[in-house]
């Protein structure tokens, strides 16, 4: 059960009248937590350590924020070419630049980059691929399909972060590429591949990399 509905069920099943607030840049992590006949205030607390998160009550008001001074830790394994990785209140950039290692990936990292040129860039290359003839002897290549495939998670980019770049989530057995693409959805950020080396930049909103795939002519043929 993710976190923000674990919070909401204990409030289901017996929290006090007090309402509830989570902040805005709190993770959805993942929680296993089993508690039976125990004082609420101790599973809150209890709920809270799990996760990296400290309350406060205001006005009758619990507020669930990211705990800063909470212990990080990071777990990160390849096995068979599938990661397992475990990560709690570590740095976002950190445990990428890992991730990236450990598969022994050639890369480019800034969490904090501006993601334009490399927007540009893939916009341009796909442009030409789009234009350019079917390949020989690969009868009924849907060039565009591939191209489309490829662009969604530039189309439909990862919500940005809010506040500093951590990250809290557990994987399992995920191959590198579905590893990076759940990083990107937790981390909001962009992945790239140009020229053998995967490059990490921030995310940016859907307007922008409209415009961007507007100017290079390839916007119209990802929406047919």
Known sequence: MAVRAAIKELWRQGAPKEKYLIADDVPNTPVDLE????????VVSRLCGAVQLKYDIRDNTYFFTVDPNAASTAFIKVVNDKCSLDVKNADLESVVQQV???????????????????????????????AAPSPPGIPGLDMRSS?????????KPPKPRSGVAKITMKLTDFTFIDTLDALSKNGGFLWFLRNNKYIIRNTTSPEKVRDIFKEAGIWDQLQK
């Open 147 to 155: 191209v489309k495939n490829e662009a969604q998670i530039y189309i």
């Open 35 to 42: 508690v039976t006949r125990a004082p609420f205030e101790d």
């Open 100 to 130: 990236l290692e450990t598969f022994r990936k050639a890369s480019d990292v800034n969490i904090n980059g501006d993601p334009t040129e490399e927007l540009k860039s893939f916009a341009q290359r796909r442009g030409q691929m789009l």
